[in-house]
Every structure is written in structure tokens, then in C-alpha cells.
């Protein structure tokens, strides 16, 4: 089992900033690729970015290429996403997921999961 929380959300302006974190426990966090996915209201939950349990190249969503930074710390069991220029549109539940795999991007891949934070940028 893997516990994930995730944590750094809140009410942003639009071109502002938030650092979202997910902390760990469990088994061991380095064998996992992890991912951060998005759910807003009547929509499907998908993937933002994801990262393999290498720390190879991450993977980004277009929408967010350039503004979004996700990045792990193996050592304190960690994954983050730096979010810069905020776009009322990137307005979500955020999710950190591990999953097995080396790089999925499918929530089907992901086989834990934190309870969420919401993110809002308003315009």
C-alpha cells in the first residue's frame, strides 16, 4: 500500500503561482512513476504531467507545457508541480497517483491515490 496527500492548493489570480506537493508512505516510493491529474466539475479526470520512477523525462499535457514543472525527491518521498502563469481554465481538483509503469498516463495505470486539493484561478 501507498498513502499519498497531497497538499499546496488554493485561490490564485490569473498569472499567478501555486506549488502543489504529494508526500508518500508506505512501500517503497522510488519503484513508482507518478502522475497529477486534473477533475473539473462534469469533466473526466486526466493527466497533467507524470514522471517514471527513473526521473527520466517528464510528460506534459500541451496546455501546460512551459508553465507547468513536476519533479520528485526520492529521498523524502515527495512529487511536486510548480504551476506558474495560472489560467482560470487549469481550475480543477488536482491528484497525485503512483502506478507501476514507465510512464503511464491512463488513470486505469495508477493504483493509488491522494484524496485531492482544489486548485481556482480566478480571471
Known amino acids: 500500500q501507498v498513502q499519498l496527500v497531497e497538499s499546496g492548493g488554493g485561490l490564485v489570480q490569473a498569472g499567478g503561482s501555486l506549488t502543489l506537493s504529494c508526500a508518500a508512505s508506505g512501500r517503497t516510493f522510488s519503484s513508482y512513476s507518478m502522475g497529477w491529474f486534473r477533475q473539473a466539475p462534469g469533466k473526466q479526470r486526466d493527466v497533467v504531467a507524470a514522471?517514471?520512477?527513473?526521473?527520466?523525462?517528464?510528460y506534459y499535457i500541451d496546455s501546460v507545457k512551459g508553465r507547468f514543472t513536476i519533479s520528485r525527491d526520492n529521498a523524502k518521498n515527495t512529487v511536486s508541480l510548480q504551476m506558474n502563469n495560472l489560467k482560470p481554465e487549469d481550475t480543477a481538483v488536482y491528484y497525485c497517483?503512483?502506478?507501476?509503469?514507465?510512464?503511464?498516463?491512463?488513470?486505469?495505470?495508477?493504483?493509488?491515490w491522494g484524496q485531492g486539493t482544489q486548485v481556482t484561478v480566478s480571471s
Open positions: 514522471i517514471s520512477w527513473s526521473g527520466g523525462e517528464p
Open positions: 497517483a503512483a502506478g507501476n509503469g514507465l510512464l503511464p498516463l491512463a488513470s486505469s495505470e495508477y493504483d493509488y
